[in-house]
């Protein structure tokens, strides 16, 4: 019944910008935290960015200063607005939020999007 879909991933020059976008949708009661992942060739999984319910954000070091993201609590939406990509930004960029479906307050899930390729040219 849930489901999140990331769009806006791309080829972009280094120093250019890209902005990502998740939508949640289905039977959704609340979200809590909604993330976004990325995952290159041969390297684990790494967490960019996480925003709280609130709007307050957590940051890897390495996107700290060039990537920002926020949240539209009534949409069930989610950005990453990445300006100054690297080379090394480049990955499959997933959402991911931690929300309780509708009748089941209190009790939360993760769910994944399926993720947007970001491929950043030298």
């Given at each position: 019944q849930v489901?999140?879909?990331?769009?806006?991933?791309?080829?972009v020059q280094a120093g250019g910008s890209l902005r990502l976008s998740c939508v949640a949708s289905g039977s959704i009661d609340r979200i809590n935290n909604m993330d976004w992942?990325?995952?290159?060739?041969?390297?684990d999984r790494e967490l960019v960015a996480r925003v709280f319910m609130?709007?307050?954000?957590?940051?890897?070091?390495?996107?700290?200063?060039?990537?920002?993201a926020s949240r539209d609590n009534a949409k069930n939406t989610c950005s990453l607005q990445m300006n100054n990509l690297k080379p090394e930004d480049t990955a499959v960029?997933?959402?991911?939020?931690?929300?309780?479906?509708?009748?089941?307050?209190?009790?939360?899930?993760t769910y994944w999007g399926q993720g947007t390729q970001v491929t950043v040219s030298s």
């Open positions: 489901r999140l879909l990331e769009s806006g991933g791309g080829f992942y990325r995952q290159a060739p041969g390297k609130s709007g307050s954000t957590d940051y890897s070091d390495s996107v700290k200063g060039r990537f920002t960029y997933y959402c991911s939020a931690y929300l309780a479906e509708t009748g089941t307050t209190s009790l939360f899930n």
